[in-house]
């Protein structure tokens, strides 16, 4: 390595340290999930080749299709506390942070952290992958922006997730892969649908969503209903 390559990456390692220390993030680009298996990038792209849909209807074609079964027994706490930092199979676990916070951070943009903690978000802005907004959030108005789980507890409670360890259903609710913080109203108009039910009102983003629902949906061993499966594949033609 050169002196001036050295230099060079000392400089750049000093400023990730100002970034840090400063408690502000970076402008949060969104990422496509084809290249974001691991959930850790931010934000949602959409997906636009021709052949980038058609990997993501592969993708899709390897979801098992089963029927609904019931909703008996579900409450959010069979998949652990609301937010809590004890999952121990996905990123950001344990980190002494809140699931909601990470996510928060990972998403936003113009970060502003609390006084004294390194964790707890108290001020962002949002491109919201759901309805395009840009959203202006401050802690006071917290539901505003509300952190979706792309593949609903109650969705994944109906697919299979009773017969799940616990252990697992920890990291199903805690994973950045299933996580998205969005615009509230649109979060809670979803509920706990699949892609046949409900669909992100910005056309441009649903194949990238149905392709994020089926990644969750794989990594888990979840089976879609034969709807869902047919109207995931039609948002990618």
């Given at each position: 390595?050169?002196?001036?390559?050295?230099?060079?990456?000392?400089?750049?390692?000093?400023?990730?340290?100002?970034?840090?220390?400063?408690?502000?993030?970076?402008?949060?680009?969104?990422?496509?999930?084809?290249?974001?298996?691991?959930?850790?990038?931010?934000?949602?792209?959409?997906?636009?080749?021709?052949?980038?849909?058609?990997?993501?209807?592969?993708?899709?074609?390897?979801?098992?299709?089963?029927?609904?079964?019931?909703?008996?027994?579900?409450?959010?706490?069979?998949?652990?506390?609301?937010?809590?930092?004890?999952?121990?199979?996905?990123?950001?676990?344990?980190?002494?942070?809140?699931?909601?916070?990470?996510?928060?951070?990972?998403?936003?943009?113009?970060?502003?952290?609390?006084?004294?903690?390194?964790?707890?978000?108290?001020?962002?802005?949002?491109?919201?992958?759901?309805?395009?907004?840009?959203?202006?959030?401050?802690?006071e108005r917290a539901d505003e922006v509300q952190v979706d789980h792309v593949v609903p507890l109650g969705y994944g409670w109906r697919m299979g997730a009773p017969r799940w360890p616990m252990s697992k259903r920890l990291d199903f609710a805690n994973d950045p892969l299933n996580l998205l913080p969005v615009d509230g109203a649109a979060n809670e108009q979803k509920d706990a649908s699949g892609p046949a039910?409900?669909?992100?009102?910005?056309?441009?983003?649903?194949?990238?969503?149905?392709?994020?629902?089926?990644?969750?949906?794989?990594?888990?061993?979840?089976?879609?209903?034969?709807?869902?499966?047919?109207?995931?594949?039609?948002?990618?033609?």
């Amino acid at each position: 390595m050169s002196t001036k390559d050295a230099v060079a990456i000392l400089a750049g390692a000093a400023l990730v340290a100002a970034i840090l220390g400063s408690g502000k993030s970076t402008a949060a680009t969104a990422a496509s999930p084809l290249g974001n298996a691991s959930g850790t990038l931010p934000g949602l792209a959409p997906i636009t080749t021709a052949a980038d849909k058609a990997t993501a209807r592969r993708l899709i074609q390897r979801l098992r299709v089963k029927g609904r079964g019931p909703a008996t027994g579900y409450t959010r706490t069979r998949y652990g506390a609301n937010w809590a930092d004890d999952a121990t199979g996905v990123p950001y676990a344990r980190n002494g942070c809140r699931t909601r916070d990470d996510l928060l951070a990972r998403d936003g943009q113009d970060i502003r952290y609390r006084d004294g903690s390194r964790c707890v978000v108290v001020a962002m802005r949002l491109a919201d992958p759901y309805t395009g907004r840009t959203i202006h959030w401050h802690k006071e108005r917290a539901d505003e922006v509300q952190v979706d789980h792309v593949v609903p507890l109650g969705y994944g409670w109906r697919m299979g997730a009773p017969r799940w360890p616990m252990s697992k259903r920890l990291d199903f609710a805690n994973d950045p892969l299933n996580l998205l913080p969005v615009d509230g109203a649109a979060n809670e108009q979803k509920d706990a649908s699949g892609p046949a039910g409900w669909l992100p009102p910005q056309r441009r983003v649903r194949c990238a969503y149905v392709t994020r629902f089926a990644q969750v949906a794989l990594k888990y061993g979840l089976p879609v209903t034969r709807a869902d499966k047919t109207a995931m594949l039609a948002q990618c033609r």
